[in-house]
């Protein structure tokens, strides 16, 4: 073993683990049945996998792991097969630095970086995204372990003089909102060398609600004793649906349970969502790449899951906000300009933003309410160049 093995670093205990391995092999026969009815001598497979993993049956990302170093399986044969599926799909070969056969032993710590190349591989489809949608350099980087794609200024003067502005979509446009009744968002102090001073600086000029989630209040129940409460209540489709909301199930959810079925699955959705778009959508006269577009959305809902979890806690059933917006929006909390987009298609029901837009104007409070033609809820992927124009209009007024 190499000297970066678990073993021989005295990670593992020896004992421990020969205790381990006779007690797995004194075990009554399980597994290892299959040893000599799917191999033959020498590791040779019945029906090798080169046979088996073509591009005709297999359409997801694989990835082998070998060892670097003394690994008695080749890595040559996972070579082979990178080649057969080139220009097809996603196939690459690891090596595990020193490594032999025993990867995730030999050298844990690198085998364990490899395994997060999910991540990788999930920023990797973004940057694709990013470079087909932005002439002009950027940088992507994380800033409080949330993904940020930093795209400077090309004017030095004007750099210097960049106020920030908050823009925020659909779900997380509500948790940021219920994230400031915890961490209040207001003025700083001006820190300067061996004193402070009392005098403000703007943190924030303006707010961008992009079609934000949880703004009105959700609809009454409907009388116990009504003959729609009744129908809901026979509704076993929509009980099961209540009890996986209940438990923390999320669409993303899906995705991971379904296991190698999940990328197709996704690009499945995709074209789907895709055809009750408008015919002059930029995800269906080729400006979006559906293909890079669900590569993104896959590895993205295949991580572990962080933020979605909110999903279950702050929504109720019909994208309802457990806390509506409608509430905390007023013209005492928010102290800078607010503005709302709209797609003029969207689901979300603008006219929840125009009540607010309406009580902020009643006390004289810089706030508008504007809806991208030709889009829907995702009006940034819908029509670019409307959703852009907006924002260019509302920050030169």
């Known amino acids: 073993m190499p000297e970066s093995s678990c073993v021989r670093r005295g990670l593992i205990p020896l004992d421990s683990l020969a205790a381990y391995w006779y007690h797995n092999w004194a075990l009554e026969k399980s597994g290892e049945i299959a040893m000599h009815s799917h191999l033959l001598p020498g590791a040779f497979a019945k029906r090798p996998l080169c046979e088996m993993l073509t591009p005709e049956t297999i359409q997801i990302p694989i990835t082998f792991l070998y060892g670097?170093?003394?690994?008695?399986?080749?890595?040559?044969?996972?070579?082979?097969?990178?080649?057969?599926?080139?220009?097809?799909?996603?196939?690459?070969?690891?090596?595990?630095?020193?490594?032999?056969?025993?990867?995730?032993?030999?050298?844990?710590?690198?085998?364990?970086?490899?395994?997060?190349?999910?991540?990788?591989?999930?920023?990797?489809a973004e940057?694709?995204?990013?470079?087909?949608?932005?002439?002009?350099?950027?940088?992507?980087?994380?800033?409080?372990?949330?993904?940020?794609?930093?795209?400077?200024?090309?004017?030095?003067?004007k750099r210097a003089e960049a106020k920030n502005l908050v823009l925020i979509h659909g779900f997380a446009g509500g948790n940021a909102v219920w994230a400031t009744v915890r961490f209040p968002f207001t003025a700083s102090c001006r820190v300067t060398?061996?004193?402070?001073?009392?005098?403000?600086?703007?943190?924030?000029?303006?707010?961008?609600?992009?079609?934000?989630?949880?703004?009105?209040?959700?609809?009454?129940?409907?009388?116990?004793?009504?003959?729609?409460?009744?129908?809901?209540?026979?509704?076993?489709?929509?009980r099961m649906a209540l009890s996986a909301w209940e438990n923390g199930l999320t669409p993303m959810s899906i995705a991971?349970?379904?296991?190698p079925y999940g990328p197709q699955?996704?690009?499945?959705?995709?074209?789907?969502?895709?055809?009750?778009?408008?015919?002059?959508?930029?995800?269906?006269?080729?400006?979006?790449?559906?293909?890079?577009?669900?590569?993104?959305l896959y590895h993205n809902w295949a991580?572990?899951?962080?933020?979605?979890?909110?999903?279950t806690t702050h929504l109720i059933p019909g994208a309802h906000?457990?806390?509506?917006?409608?509430?905390?929006?007023?013209?005492?909390?928010?102290?800078?300009?607010?503005?709302?987009?709209?797609g003029d298609h969207d689901w979300m029901d603008y006219r929840n933003g125009l009540e607010i837009v309406q009580r902020f104007k009643r006390e004289g409070r810089a706030t508008d309410l504007i809806r991208v033609p030709n889009s829907g809820h995702q009006m940034f992927l819908e029509n670019p160049d409307g959703f852009n124009q907006v924002l260019v209009d509302c920050l030169t007024r």
């Not at 032993?105 to 085998?111: E, P, T, Y």
């Not at 002439?135 to 004017?155: H, I, N, R, Y």
């Not at 991580?303 to 909110?310: M, N, T, V, Y």
């Open 265 to 296: 699955l996704v690009q499945n959705v995709v074209q789907r969502r895709i055809s009750f778009m408008s015919e002059g959508s930029a995800m269906r006269d080729g400006r979006v790449d559906l293909t890079e577009l669900g590569a993104y």
């Open 68 to 124: 670097g170093g003394s690994d008695w399986m080749s890595s040559s044969h996972g070579d082979k097969l990178a080649e057969a599926f080139a220009g097809k799909q996603s196939v690459e070969v690891l090596l595990v630095p020193g490594a032999g056969h025993q990867v995730f032993m030999d050298n844990a710590s690198a085998f364990n970086q490899l395994l997060l190349g999910a991540l990788a591989r999930l920023e990797e």
């Open 193 to 238: 060398v061996g004193t402070i001073s009392s005098s403000p600086i703007t943190l924030c000029v303006c707010v961008f609600l992009a079609s934000p989630a949880g703004v009105p209040h959700p609809p009454p129940p409907p009388d116990p004793t009504s003959e729609e409460a009744k129908a809901h209540n026979r509704s076993w489709l929509r």
């Open 256 to 259: 991971r349970f379904v296991g």
């Open 321 to 342: 906000a457990v806390r509506p917006l409608v509430d905390l929006l007023t013209p005492e909390n928010v102290k800078m300009p607010l503005t709302f987009i709209y």
């Open 303 to 311: 991580l572990k899951p962080s933020g979605e979890r909110a999903m």
């Open 127 to 157: 940057r694709r995204i990013l470079t087909r949608a932005i002439p002009t350099p950027f940088e992507m980087t994380k800033v409080a372990q949330l993904g940020t794609v930093v795209v400077p200024c090309s004017d030095e003067e």
